[in-house]
Nanobody
Framework: QVQLVESGGGLVQAGGSLRLSCAAS?????MGWFRQAPRKEREFVAA????????DLADSVKGRFTISRDKSKNTIDLQMNSLKPEDTAVYYC????????????????WGQGTQVTVSS
């Protein structure tokens, strides 16, 4: 059974940092982070392939966010620096077999989501 458990969300002031983690069980996956703000569609944030050799970030977060994975623990992290109020959203961890993807519909497994709120 596949399970994704996220942690690390919270409230932070603009310019601050947060680190999200996602622990996966039940397989080895390419994984991604997506976010969804109120009244907006879920959008791609970052992705990493199954062995950690390839990553990608949305243009809106490049230079501020970093995605990484710890293969020994089967976890991925999203380090978020220089946070802005527009980064406020529920952040979801997602997983799929095969290559990393940028479209939410290509991911089969999802975590429960963790709230990130950035105050101005």
């Amino acid at each position: 059974q596949v399970q994704l458990v996220e942690s690390g969300g919270g409230l932070v002031q603009a310019g601050g940092s947060l680190r999200l983690s996602c622990a996966a069980s039940g397989g080895t996956f390419s994984m991604g982070w997506f976010r969804q703000a109120p009244r907006k569609e879920r959008e791609f944030v970052a992705a990493i392939n199954w062995n950690g050799t390839s990553t990608d970030l949305a243009d809106s977060v490049k230079g501020r966010f970093t995605i990484s994975r710890d293969k020994s623990k089967n976890t991925i992290d999203l380090q978020m620096n220089s946070l802005k109020p527009e980064d406020t959203a529920v952040y979801y961890c997602a997983a799929r077999y095969g290559s990393m993807q940028y479209v939410a519909g290509m991911y089969k497994y999802w975590g429960q989501g963790t709230q990130v709120t950035v105050s101005s």
